[in-house]
């Protein structure tokens, strides 16, 4: 099956810093879905991206969806503490969809005060 | 906003025993999924529904089965409760059409078997 690879797998910061991360598919995607999962809950839907090249922001989070389609980007500016949790990326499955999703593996975030 | 409710947020069962996860959303969502999540290993596909009583599996359907009566609850069922099902189990829902892929997450389960 597609599979995403996230990266980085896990990342401390300070806060006030600035965060990357990003993921890649082996295959062309036609939506990118960010999650943030706080520590003991459900993940929260943050961005959903539809088209190449599209750059969406939410508050201090902006997501990329990459031009080749097989990637995307997250990106959070002036980390606070509350910014604590695990962020995944999502994308349709194949076969057969009725809103399936894959997942990347998450990307946990630590930041220190 | 998209609610979606797990009956139970810790539940703590016995080897053998039959154990009912319950999910309910209040969006009239057509899609309706169960997951399991484990350290390293992210978030599985146990099951999923797109309608009433329709049901496909997804990646790790083994040990389960689910039930869908009505449109807003989706079941999961573990029919005999192993150790090995200790886990974070999440329900979700979407809509139909062309943001089905917009998934909303209940709260979780985390279920321990012991």
């Known amino acids: 099956g597609q599979q995403l690879n996230q990266s980085p797998q896990s990342m401390f910061i300070q806060e006030g810093e600035d965060v990357s991360m990003n993921c890649t598919s082996s295959?062309?995607?036609?939506?990118w879905l960010w999650y943030k999962q706080d520590p003991g809950e459900g993940p929260v839907l943050l961005i959903a991206l539809y088209k190449a090249g599209e750059l969406t922001s939410n508050g201090r989070l902006t997501a990329q969806f990459g031009i080749t389609r097989k990637d995307s980007f997250l990106n959070i500016s002036a980390s606070i503490p509350s910014d604590v949790g695990i962020y995944f990326c999502?994308?349709?499955?194949?076969?057969?969809?009725?809103?399936?999703?894959?997942f990347g593996q998450g990307t946990i975030l630590t930041v220190h005060p | 906003d998209v609610k979606v409710t797990q009956s139970s947020r810790y539940l703590v069962k016995r080897t053998g025993e039959k154990v009912f996860l319950e999910c309910v959303q209040d969006?009239?969502?057509?899609?309706m999924f169960w997951y399991r999540q484990d350290p390293g290993l992210g978030l599985r596909l146990i099951y999923f529904s797109y309608d009433v009583k329709m049901k496909e599996k997804g990646d790790i359907p083994e040990g389960y089965s689910v039930s869908r009566e009505k449109k807003e609850r989706f079941s999961l069922i573990l029919e005999s409760a192993s150790t090995n099902q200790t886990s974070m189990y999440l329900c979700?829902?979407?809509?139909?059409?062309?943001?089905?892929?917009?998934?909303?997450f209940g709260p979780g389960t985390r279920l321990t078997v012991l």
């Open positions: 979700a829902s979407s809509s139909g059409g062309g943001r089905d892929t917009e998934q909303f």
């Open positions: 969006m009239d969502h057509e899609n």
């Open positions: 295959s062309i995607f036609n939506t």
């Open positions: 999502a994308g349709p499955a194949g076969g057969t969809s009725y809103g399936k999703l894959t």
